[in-house]
């Protein structure tokens, strides 16, 4: 088992920034791939971005590419998401899940986080 806890999340304006942490605790956390989601209300779960077991690769979505940042580090079992130049749209909870591959499915994943709020003002 793995337990995945995020936090960061908040109220910003837009074109602000801020930084998602995910901490795990559990089973050995390099084993695993990292994912970020997000959730919208009334939307479906879409993805954000992922990171190999260690950190060689990543993956974006385009609605985030080159604005966002996913890292990790392996010996503080600690994922972040460095979010800049915010805007309304990405307001969502966020969350992060840990599976065996790199994926933008959610169903790839097995255990996930439990969210954080991140509003985006205009």
């Known amino acids: 088992q793995v337990q995945l806890v995020e936090s960061g999340g908040g109220l910003v304006q837009a074109g602000g920034s801020l930084r998602l942490s995910c901490a795990a605790s559990?089973?050995?956390?390099?084993?695993?791939?990292t994912g970020w989601f997000r959730q919208a209300p009334g939307k479906e779960r879409e993805f954000v971005a992922v990171?190999?077991?260690?950190?060689?690769?990543?993956l974006y979505a385009d609605s985030v590419k080159g604005r966002f940042t996913i890292s990790r580090d392996n010996a503080k079992s600690t994922v972040y998401l460095q979010m800049n130049s915010l805007k309304p749209e990405d307001t969502a909870v966020y969350y992060c899940?840990?599976?065996?591959?790199?994926?933008?499915?959610?169903?790839?994943?097995?255990?996930w986080g439990q969210g954080t709020q991140v509003t985006v003002s205009s």
């Open positions: 559990g089973r050995t956390f390099s084993s695993y791939a």
């Open positions: 990171i190999s077991r260690i950190g060689s690769s990543t």
């Open positions: 899940a840990a599976g065996s591959a790199s994926s933008g499915s959610p169903a790839s994943y097995n255990y």
